[in-house]
């Protein structure tokens, strides 16, 4: 069967390319906007996600994991005693600054525990020995800190609150939905670094359940004991902190907006593209008709060319962002592309695109056959 | 038996609040093979009658059979099917798809009639054989001559083998030797296998082919039609 409608779109190469264009940075936009929210979103719990603790314990109505408060450490050993639980340990998170060598000042979210190892945290550690930051004044850095603070090596010394700490290690992946790059410090040297808010004090309670225990009945015997506290699993707790970087910030609408103008985008260049081929092809629209032809038939040709351009469109857009992919990552910037959003970004190019047909659905229907008769 | 027949056709167009007819009670028949022209001055109703014979306009007043079909107040898909099954159509401006080659050009036109695949390819390359072009069947309309263009358009016009054959003014565009050779053989395709075809024209060497002509002015077919 004859392809009029590819060949067509093809016999015109220049406004195939700006409709591809159009739809390509379309889906660009989409992609990069989505996948970089995602790819924050996913620092924002990353801590969350890799600590092995089922239950947090925060203080009331702290509203995402990086803006922690503090409450007294010794509630600790309320949790302890519940039936249930196998494990609970005080974690501070909490920010600092160092004093760089150049005498710029940079923050760091800190993580202190005494250990580390129980609770998974480093995840990734590129060099050093996580049992070390026990024996002294040391700290495990990561790796994207390089990006604020400028390189740095394990065995030199940095000064946090007046305090010279020594680098021990190295982590990588370790940076909050800010990029601030996070620090690894012993539980106890924290709090003398920090001593005027930290003394006899921690921000979180992490709590490990014994085999079988029931998670509600702990949380619930944690909540009696713990009146003036929160108490969330891992998953609510990482759904409250991205919440309040989506709903509280605007960022979640902000981003919204971009991928709506991006959709807008793509839909108007698809739409002005195939209603001027349209109107320049309508003595050809108007043949097909003599020739017997039906709106149908008509409809199935703009149908398939916006479908090619929504095809060509999205495979140009999807490649775009895979090879941004590398050149994020270089400035510590995630781009998170989930297969659904893939799947969705597929199915709403098409339909945006076959949404701009409609446009011309109109004026060919509307095509009067005799004027093929006209000259 | 007609395979074309107009009885008392009229045709009156909405012009503002004006109501200006255009034809006023056309009767004709078109028999199987028969080659008619149909001559008259411009705004006479020429192609306004075409359009009707045609399935392309519905008549304002009147009955119009078209190869056993009736298209009173038929609806747009019935004239669509109608144009299908029995007209082929010669336009005066060849009417070629640009991005289609003269084979894909006649081979659409027998895609629109429900002919695919194998079947439709051959008889697309059989029409092209018949007027002339197998050398040039892979060839765009735009490196194509204003003749091989209207010899494509005739292999469209016959594919699919319709009883009747429709030319709007098929000369206008060429010189008059070329336009004559391809009449000549429009002529002998439709005749060989039992065509009605009617030409509209102004040109009156084309009246040269025809078995019989009919002659229009301000609507109505004069009388005396040689």
């Known amino acids: ?83 249930g639980v196998a494990r609970a340990d005080n974690l501070i998170a909490w920010f600092f600054t160092y004093q760089l060598p150049s005498g710029a000042q940079e923050g760091s979210i800190l993580y202190a525990l005494k250990d580390f190892k129980s609770w998974n945290l480093p995840w990734d550690v590129m060099e050093g020995n996580l049992e070390d930051l026990r024996r002294g004044p040391y700290l495990f850095l990561d790796g994207s800190a390089t990006k604020r603070m400028g390189p740095f090596a394990v065995g030199e010394y940095r000064e946090l609150n007046g305090r010279r700490v020594q680098i021990i290690g190295r982590t990588r992946g370790a940076l909050s939905f800010t990029t601030t790059p996070i620090t690894f410090m012993d539980y106890d040297l924290a709090q003398s670094i920090q001593s005027q ?98 709106n149908l038939d008509i409809y199935r040709i703009l149908a398939k060319q916006a479908s090619a351009a929504a095809l060509v469109g999205f495979v140009f857009g999807a490649l775009g962002a895979v090879l941004l992919r590398p050149a994020m990552a270089g400035v510590d910037l995630k781009l998170i592309v989930p297969p659904v959003l893939g799947a969705a970004v597929f199915v709403g190019t098409f339909a945006l695109c076959l949404g701009a047909a409609m446009i011309s659905f109109r004026k060919v229907a509307a095509i009067d056959p005799a004027l093929v008769f006209r000259t | 038996m007609a395979v074309l027949e107009a009885d008392q056709v009229t045709k009156t167009f909405d012009e503002g609040r004006e109501a200006v007819p255009v034809l006023k009670g056309v009767s004709l028949q078109l028999e199987p093979g028969e080659i008619v022209t149909l001559e008259g ?10 359009s009707i014979l045609g399935a392309i306009l519905t008549p304002t007043g009147g009955r119009v059979v078209v190869n056993g079909h ?43 009639k429900g002919m695919n695949g194998g079947g439709a390819r051959r008889e697309a390359e059989a029409a092209l054989d018949a007027v002339g072009l197998a050398e040039r069947k892979h060839f765009l309309p735009r490196d194509l001559s204003g003749g091989q263009k209207q010899r494509v358009a005739v292999a469209r016009a016959l594919a699919g083998r319709p009883p009747i054959l429709l030319a709007d003014e098929p000369t206008a565009n060429l010189d008059s030797q070329v336009g004559l050779q391809i009449l000549e053989m429009f002529r002998d395709l439709a005749k060989r296998d039992a065509r009605a075809l009617l030409i509209v024209t102004h040109d009156p060497k084309v009246r040269g082919i025809a078995d019989r002509v009919l002659r229009i002015r301000d609507g109505l077919l004069l009388n005396g039609n040689e």
Not at chain 1, 51 to 61: H, K, M, P, Y
């Open chain 1, 1 to 83: 069967m004859v392809d009029l409608a590819l060949k067509t779109l093809l016999h015109d190469r220049l406004r195939f390319a700006i409709t591809v264009a159009g739809v390509a940075f379309a889906v660009l936009l989409v992609f990069v906007q989505v996948g970089l929210f995602l790819g924050l979103l996913d620092n924002a719990t990353v801590t969350i996600k890799h600590i092995d603790a089922e239950l947090w314990v925060t203080s009331r109505n702290t509203p995402n994991v990086d803006f922690a408060h503090v409450f007294p450490e010794s509630r600790v050993d309320r949790v302890r005693s519940i039936p």
């Open chain 1, 197 to 294: 808010s930290l003394r006899g004090q921690t921000t979180y309670i992490l709590v490990k359940l014994a085999p079988g225990a029931d998670l509600e009945t702990v949380r619930a015997e944690i909540r009696r004991r713990l009146p003036y506290n929160d108490v969330f699993t891992r998953d609510e707790w990482a759904s409250r902190s991205r919440n309040y970087w989506v709903v509280s910030t605007g960022l979640g609408l902000n981003m919204g907006l971009t991928v709506f103008l991006g959709c807008l985008v793509g839909v108007v260049v698809v739409a002005q593209t195939l209603y001027t081929s349209t109107m320049e092809h309508l003595k050809e629209f108007g043949t097909v008709k003599a020739i017997g032809g039906g």
């Open chain 2, 41 to 50: 001055p411009s705004g006479s109703g020429k192609t306004t009658l075409l």
């Open chain 2, 70 to 112: 009736e298209i009173v107040a038929s609806r747009a898909n019935d004239l669509a099917a109608i144009r299908r099954q029995a007209i082929g159509f010669v336009f005066q401006q060849f009417n070629l798809f640009p991005a289609l080659s003269a084979l894909e050009n006649v081979e659409y036109a027998l895609n629109i």
